[in-house]
């Protein structure tokens, strides 16, 4: 069975730093793993999707990574701002379905 | 117009009432899904759709059922609503044909049961 864990659960950094959003899943199996932010009360956002043959995606700021063998997936934000302040959420999928970590809250200080 | 959408936005209902939630969908796909959220527990999956004649139970089913009404719809009935299935309500889709499951959300439902 698969299992996500996101450490930590909560994340304080000042604006400008670069940061690093740990996930790590039990079955080494997985296809791919997707990478979430949500706003509080708001819905969930797909940010970047990286298949097991993949190492890394990119979008704008955003770099995630995909170490099957380690059974970890890293979500880097470089240059961070106030906005990015939000809950970040990994899920890789098991059985057609998707399994989520608890999400990592991060605030960016201004 | 967004590709996943969910009515009601926001529920208040009482103890015992049945109520239900609707998604519908733009996006073609053929898998939908039904997960709440709450405080400290994720997302948890309450039932899940992978086409018009599958559906499939979660981890959190009871108290719940479904309707998936057509590829595009697919709705979560609370037959007799309790206090602890106050929670914020999330549909998504995915596409069975691009292989990679990704899942796209609606913007939610926030059901208080009192």
């Known amino acids: 069975k698969q299992e996500v864990t996101q450490i930590p659960a909560a994340l304080s950094v000042p604006e400008g730093e670069n940061l690093v959003l740990n996930c790590s899943f039990t079955d080494s199996a997985i296809y791919n793993l997707q990478w979430f932010r949500q706003d509080p009360g708001k819905g969930l956002t797909s940010l970047l999707l990286i298949q097991s043959s993949q190492r890394e995606q990119t979008s704008g700021r955003l770099n995630a990574s995909l170490d099957k063998s380690s059974g970890r997936s890293t979500l880097y934000i470089a240059a961070s701002q106030p906005g990015d302040s939000a809950t970040y959420l990994c899920a890789g999928p098991h059985t057609g379905k998707l399994i989520f970590g608890q999400g990592t809250t991060l605030q960016v200080k201004p | 117009d967004a590709d996943v959408t969910q009515t009601p936005r926001n529920r208040i209902t009482k103890t015992g009432k049945r109520i239900m939630l609707e998604c519908s969908q733009t996006k073609g796909h053929d898998r939908m899904y039904w997960y709440r959220q709450d405080p400290g527990l994720g997302l948890r999956l309450i039932y899940y759709?992978?086409?018009?004649?599958?559906?499939n139970k979660g981890e959190i089913s009871d108290g719940y059922s479904v309707s998936r009404q057509a590829q595009a719809k697919f709705s979560l009935s609370l037959e007799s609503a309790i206090p602890n299935q106050t929670a914020l309500y999330f549909c998504?889709?995915?596409?069975?044909?691009?292989?990679?499951?990704?899942?796209?959300f609606g913007p939610g439902t926030r059901l208080t049961v009192t």
């Open positions: 998504a889709t995915s596409d069975s044909g691009t292989g990679t499951y990704e899942q796209y």
């Open positions: 759709s992978f086409d018009v004649k599958d559906i």
